[in-house]
């Protein structure tokens, strides 16, 4: 049954029907001629196996015959956020999925890819067209290959990167690093392709997060915080930062207690160092350099 319902501008329905959860979503396009024209634009997919029935998910089959269905009628126009989340399904169907979706516009990626094959899935590079790369804010993916490379070009609004248990080397992330010049948050987690990795340029980076147990040589350059958890097998560290003394001497003999080599550049140091019973036991090397 159609329901008849007020006159209004189809950008209004457009916006009306955005703003609604995808389930619900779906339900008005199936009553209303008005909010099924503006279903083929709706911005916000996000599936998983809770998102059409939070009491009771669908798992397998079932959820992939839905998703398929929404994909296909999909105009592929005006996507802003696209999260493909833990389900299992063929590489086939993610690659027109994301065919369909990842268009000029679209500005959060997320994509959980399946396990359970031979191989791993290959995110395909080819996606990020120009016009992808200057509308894309926040790229996540897990469990995949991802292989860009220096053709790629510029990421130019990517503000957040996260990668977890991606196949990727250290020279193909430093490539897309150095496209990613507006880049404020990077997390990486079990990528263990990554044995050196060097990264320029990345002014807005604030925070630097690292559970690495076999990090052994750090060189940090500009003012992103940094933290580290137990560096147990950091054995050279480089920093060049304001106020850096007194972090290192009250910070650093506890996080990385085998550190051999330490060389610190530091500027405007307004504080006196304290003197502490903590010290670098198997320090072999030590450079200060003050202003």
């Known amino acids: 049954m159609i329901c008849s319902i007020p006159d209004l501008p189809e950008d209004i329905w457009h916006h009306i029907h955005s703003l609604m959860p995808?389930?619900?979503?779906?339900?008005?396009?199936?009553?209303?001629?008005?909010?099924?024209?503006?279903?083929r634009c709706y911005p916000n997919l996000t599936f998983n196996e809770y998102v059409?029935?939070?009491?009771?998910?669908?798992?397998?089959?079932?959820?992939?015959?839905i998703i398929d269905c929404i994909m296909r009628n999909h105009s592929g126009i005006g996507v802003k956020i696209l999260k493909l989340q833990s389900f299992h399904t063929s590489f086939r169907n993610l690659n027109r999925w994301l065919r369909v979706a990842v268009k000029p516009g679209i500005e959060e990626l997320t994509l959980r890819a399946p396990d359970g094959f031979r191989k791993e899935y290959m995110f395909p590079c080819s996606l990020l067209s120009d016009g992808v790369r200057n509308s894309i804010r926040y790229l996540d993916l897990f469990r995949c290959t991802f292989s860009p490379t220096a053709e790629l070009g510029p990421l130019r609004s990517l503000t957040s990167l996260h990668l977890s248990q991606v196949r990727i080397t250290g020279d193909e992330l430093q490539c897309l690093l150095s496209n990613s010049l507006a880049l404020?948050?990077?997390?990486?987690?079990?990528?263990?392709?990554?044995?050196?990795?060097?990264?320029?340029?990345?002014?807005?980076?604030?925070?630097?997060?690292?559970?690495?147990?076999?990090?052994?040589?750090?060189?940090?350059?500009?003012?992103?915080?940094?933290?580290?958890?137990?560096?147990?097998?950091?054995?050279?560290?480089?920093?060049?930062?304001?106020?850096?003394?007194?972090?290192?001497?009250?910070?650093?003999?506890s996080i990385m207690p085998n550190l051999e080599t330490l060389d610190l550049r530091s500027g405007d140091e307004v504080v006196n160092t304290p003197m502490l019973p903590t010290k670098f036991l198997c320090l072999k090397h030590l450079t200060i350099c003050l202003p």
Not at 204 to 230: C, F, M, Q, V, Y
Not at 237 to 242: E, K, N
Request: aromatic content about 6%; glycine content about 4%.
């Open 22 to 39: 995808l389930c619900d979503a779906a339900r008005v396009a199936c009553l209303s001629r008005a909010f099924l024209r503006s279903w």
């Open 52 to 65: 059409f029935s939070p009491e009771a998910p669908i798992y397998g089959c079932g959820l992939c015959n």
């Open 184 to 253: 404020e948050k990077l997390k990486l987690s079990n990528c263990r392709g990554i044995i050196c990795l060097i990264i320029f340029s990345c002014m807005r980076l604030k925070l630097i997060e690292s559970r690495a147990p076999n990090l052994s040589t750090l060189d940090l350059h500009g003012k992103p915080k940094l933290s580290l958890g137990e560096a147990l097998q950091l054995k050279n560290l480089r920093m060049d930062q304001s106020n850096l003394l007194c972090y290192a001497r009250t910070e650093l003999p």
